[in-house]
């Protein structure tokens, strides 16, 4: 069965904005039966709700956060869960899927601070960590994976974390 990919990210993030993450549905399309929806794995196992999603559809690879500072990581159209990485305590609000085995994950800490973090997603292993004042708005691998884009809640922020030396460049610094 092939997504529909419009309707269920639609559908999962306004789920997710009303706070009814933990009766998520998938809709779907199939040549036979038309739209249906679907319930997705991840309602049954995400902890604390689910707070962000991210995926790479070339992998084939679904990532869920939730509530409760942990990441989910799927195989098979969510059906087979291939990692489950306790990322911190905080809630997960943000996630990117990179090349290769790369995962950003932004963490929501008290007193109104981010941390922005890049894992291993395979080994479970963290490569950098970036304590941050504004939230990240959005965020995204470059191609080859050696880039994290970020922008943040204020003017001027576009931003590159460069994964070989986990710093980053601000790219408007000067304004555009």
């Known amino acids: 069965m092939k997504l529909s990919h419009a309707v269920p990210c639609a559908l999962i993030f306004c789920c997710l904005s009303i706070g009814l993450a933990p009766a ?11 739209l249906s929806f679907e319930p997705l794995l ?3 196992t995400q902890g604390g709700g689910v707070t962000a999603l991210a995926s790479d559809n070339n992998a084939d690879l679904l990532a869920s ?3 409760d500072g942990t990441i ?8 087979r869960l291939v990692q489950h990485l306790q990322i ?11 090349p290769g085995d790369r995962l950003a994950a932004l963490e929501k800490q008290s ?5 922005l973090s890049v894992w291993n997603w395979r080994t479970g292993s963290q ?12 965020m995204a691998f470059s191609a080859p994976g050696n880039y994290l ?4 809640a204020r003017w001027n922020s576009l931003l590159c974390l460069g994964l070989s030396k986990g710093r980053f460049q601000n790219w408007l610094a000067v304004g555009v």
């Open 24 to 34: 998520l549905w998938c809709q779907a399309a199939t040549p036979e039966t038309g």
């Open 42 to 44: 991840i309602n049954e």
């Open 65 to 67: 956060a939730g509530g």
């Open 72 to 79: 989910k990581l799927f195989r098979d159209k969510g059906h």
């Open 88 to 98: 911190g305590l905080y809630p997960i609000i943000g996630l990117a899927i990179g």
């Open 111 to 115: 007193g109104g601070r981010f941390l």
């Open 127 to 138: 490569l950098y960590s970036v304590p941050l004042q504004d939230q990240v708005i959005f």
């Open 149 to 152: 884009v970020c922008t943040l």
